[in-house]
């Protein structure tokens, strides 16, 4: 509990003093790149807080110039800033569209170009999934968690088809991961946090390039049997 309330504390101190810095960094570069650094920063240093250590598997399969969807599995609430920080990329990602309404937050996911999905409106998911697919022609990469949410049982769920969507739709390559552990540093629904090692599995990409929406499940099958084979 005190180790959960000292990470809490760091983060919410850390976002009220640096957040405006990196919001005027956005509006006088134009980029976001000086807050994603500190976002990467506070990754760190509340990692280290939690005493969460990360190893990594099979990083150099991923081309440091090219543009990727990154998917994983999906186990514990640290499983989005552990991507962010193996990756030491500037991910953007799919999230609610709930989060674009909470106060502060929402100013700096609309800075850092993630995109908010409705899924219960075709309408306006179609438009995210639109949105991501043209900042990936641009060349910014994502995550994504294709299940939706975090598994309760450690099993692998249903995979959302909207993120595969968007992979063909810009042509660009999944690049499939494992996260392990990450439910015992802090498992869904609990406060308290405990030290612990992250292992996380990068699998060889798999290219995107001339597929069509009917290769869809095709995609999300590879995709599924990359990820499940390192689940044990």
Known sequence: MIRATLVYIFIAVYVA?????????????????????????????????????VSVEGLELVDPEKTYIFLSNHQGNCDGPVLIHVT???????????????????????AAEFVPIERSNAKQAHAGI???????AEGKSFFAFPEGTRSRDGRLGEFKKGVFIMAIKAQTPVV?????????IQPPGRYGIR???????????IETHGMTFDDRDILIHKTREAIKSRLG
Do not use: Y
């Not at 499939?176 to 015992?184: G, Q, R, V, Y």
């Not at 030290?195 to 990409?205: A, L, S, Y």
């Open 88 to 110: 030491g990329r500037d991910l953007r990602a799919l999230i609610k569209k709930e989060m674009t309404r909470l106060p502060v937050l929402s100013l700096v996911l609309k």
């Open 17 to 53: 003093l640096l957040t405006p810095i990196g919001l005027i960094g956005k509006a006088c570069c134009g980029n976001a790149k000086l807050l994603f650094k500190l976002a990467r920063f506070c990754i760190r240093a509340a990692g280290w807080l939690a005493g969460a250590r």
């Open 130 to 136: 639109e949105r991501g697919a043209q900042l990936l």
């Open 195 to 205: 030290p612990g090692r992250i292992r996380v599995i990068f699998h060889d990409p």
């Open 176 to 184: 499939p991961i494992t996260i392990l552990n990450s439910a015992a």
